[in-house]
């Protein structure tokens, strides 16, 4: 979904900016989390148990640490 939204915003010229998404069930690849940030994308990889609760864990990459 992500690189859905990437391709859109790219093509349309939306402004992703204050925009925030979190990605779940696979690694977030740091390409894909650097083009987001690029876009004005906050993008954050997140984890959690359907069984524990929504979302356990939650990552973000900001743009000083790139």
């Known amino acids: ?3 859905m ?7 349309t010229g939306i402004n992703l900016s204050g925009w925030k998404m979190i990605i779940g069930g696979a690694v977030l ?7 987001a940030l690029e ?3 906050d993008v954050y990889a997140g984890y959690g148990m359907s ?3 929504p979302a356990l864990t939650i990552s973000g990459l900001m743009p000083e640490n790139e």
């Open 51 to 53: 069984e524990a609760c």
């Open 1 to 3: 979904m992500l690189r």
């Open 29 to 35: 690849p740091q390409a894909l989390a650097r083009e």
């Open 5 to 11: 939204l990437l391709d859109i915003a790219k093509t």
């Open 39 to 41: 876009l004005g994308l």
